[in-house]
């Protein structure tokens, strides 16, 4: 069974990470309002990504014999100025999401509830990238500022980003790619991960062989109890 305080906790994330689908939906409408065709993929495929995270929660609340008790999810912002005001937003939004995330681990762990800390600590790493991914495209926006041209070319860069959700043989948020590295350093699986999810669909299938030997150049410590 899962603790009263834990359930309700987890459906008020399952809220939090649909409202956060809603708000990147909302901003993919703008983007194609405004013809940044890239950028509303992106956006679009951040929505899919946020409501396989509600989902990931949810199931983990059903398999612990809890309740689910989904609630209203609140409209989101529709306007926003430019694309740089846009992803500023996402990025303060993902900093928020991450510390709803550390107050589900702090309250698992008060509850002692290591199935659900477990769980929640994918989301803890999930939100490095997270972070990480939107940071970098506000500090590339920064530095294009008014250049239409350059815009242009982000835009289609940010085309090609590829969603991969949730398959009976694939961990959740896991490219193809992704799931053929072995395990790194949380800081080394960051650098590879962020790779892999800005390049290209069409490139997945050739970059396990890549990546496996770039890694077998690597001198890993021995692992310590």
């Known amino acids: 069974m899962i603790a009263e305080s834990v359930q309700e906790a987890l459906n008020k994330q399952i809220n939090r990470e649909l409202y956060s689908a809603y708000l990147y939906l909302s901003m993919s409408a703008y983007f194609e309002s405004t013809s940044y065709r890239g950028m509303a993929k992106w956006m679009r495929t951040q929505a899919l990504e946020e409501r396989e995270h509600a989902m990931k929660i949810f199931d983990h609340v059903i398999s612990r014999g809890g309740k689910i008790s989904l609630m209203p ?5 529709q306007v926003w100025s430019t694309p ?5 937003e996402v990025h303060k939004h993902e900093q928020k999401v991450t510390n709803w995330i550390y107050d589900l681990m702090d309250l698992a762990i008060r509850e002692k509830d290591h199935a659900t800390a477990n769980m929640v600590r994918w989301f803890v790493d999930e939100q490095v990238e997270e972070e990480a991914s939107a940071s970098d ?5 920064k530095m294009i500022g008014e250049e ?6 982000l ?7 590829a969603c991969y959700c949730r398959s009976s043989d694939r961990p959740w948020g896991r490219t193809p790619a992704e799931d053929s590295l072995p395990a790194l350093p949380s800081p080394l699986r960051l ?6 999810r800005t390049a290209s669909e069409a490139s997945f299938a050739s970059y396990p062989d ?5 890694l077998s150049h690597i001198v890993l410590p021995p692992f310590s109890a």
């Open 148 to 153: 239409k041209g350059l815009l242009l070319m």
């Open 137 to 141: 495209i506000v500090d590339r926006l």
């Open 155 to 161: 835009d289609a860069q940010l085309a090609e980003r």
């Open 73 to 77: 999810i609140e409209a989101p912002r």
């Open 191 to 196: 650098s590879v991960r962020l790779l892999i």
């Open 210 to 214: 890549v990546f496996h030997q770039l």
């Open 84 to 88: 740089l005001e846009v992803f500023e």
